[in-house]
């Protein structure tokens, strides 16, 4: 057995959890923050046959799209006084980050 953690931008994870029900895959899914730009992310944990596992990872990379956007950088430590104009700088968010482990047992009860 195969466990796959895919973290998801929070636009995309409604839809990528719609197909992976369509294609009986059973997951569970979990409200996640992103440390780079603290936006919200859904990590999605999948159980999964080996045989079955890249039926799972084509589901992913079909529903999860990267795309860019503007966002405000957090502003330096400044000392007081200090004038600081943030300039939006453009970014690449969605797609999906996905790691697959191998499990030595898997128990349902």
């Not at 973290?7 to 992103?34: C, M, P, W, Y």
């Not at 992310?41 to 589901?59: F, W, Y």
């Amino acid at each position: 057995m195969k466990l796959v953690f895919a973290i998801v931008h929070n636009d995309d994870a409604g839809q990528l959890t719609n197909k992976l029900r369509e294609n009986n895959f059973q997951f569970t899914q979990i409200s996640t923050t992103g440390g780079f730009l603290r936006e919200g992310n859904a990590t999605i944990l999948i159980g999964v046959e080996p045989e079955k596992l890249e039926d799972a990872l084509r589901v992913i990379k079909a529903n999860c799209k990267t795309r860019t956007q503007f966002v405000n950088p957090m502003p330096p430590v400044m000392e007081p006084g200090e004038l600081y104009l943030a300039q939006p700088v453009e970014v690449q968010v969605g797609g999906a980050t996905v790691f697959v482990v191998n499990v030595d047992r898997f128990e349902k009860f």
